[in-house]
């Protein structure tokens, strides 16, 4: 079965840190771009950050810049996202996606047409 599952979130103060887990089943995400994106409560779900096929072709949008860190571990096929420095805003449901044609800038903007899993919840609140 094809599948990415998301893992790492929980409920953490204003200024901690989570790491994120996308982890593949069924095939190689080396091949892949790969997104995480988020989806805040009554907003409509957005890109945070892409990786390229290419570990160091990365794009975060600008709320997260500074503060979040993509990274590929291919022995573990699983793509994390770091989330330092974290405010209330943050909060929301993550998920990842994969696209195998695109470019990481474009991925990111592109929320809508991708298939999501179950995701995993961030909360961040004191």
């Known amino acids: 079965q094809v599948q990415l599952v998301e893992s790492g979130g929980g409920l953490v103060q204003p200024g901690g840190s989570l790491r994120l887990s996308c982890t593949a089943s069924g095939f190689s995400l080396d091949y892949y771009y790969i997104g995480w994106f988020r989806q805040a409560p009554g907003k409509e779900r957005e890109g945070v950050s892409c990786?390229?096929?290419?570990?160091?072709?990365?794009y975060y949008v600008d709320s997260v810049k500074g503060r979040f860190t993509i990274s590929r571990d291919r022995a573990k096929n699983t793509v994390y996202l770091q989330i330092n420095s974290l405010k209330v805003e943050d909060t929301g449901v993550y998920y990842c996606?994969?696209?195998?044609?695109?470019?990481?800038?474009?991925?990111?903007?592109?929320?809508?047409?991708?298939?999501y899993g179950q995701g995993t919840q961030v909360t961040v609140s004191s």
């Open positions: 996606a994969a696209d195998g044609l695109t470019n990481v800038q474009a991925m990111c903007h592109a929320a809508l047409r991708y298939d």
């Open positions: 990786i390229g096929v290419s570990d160091d072709n990365t």
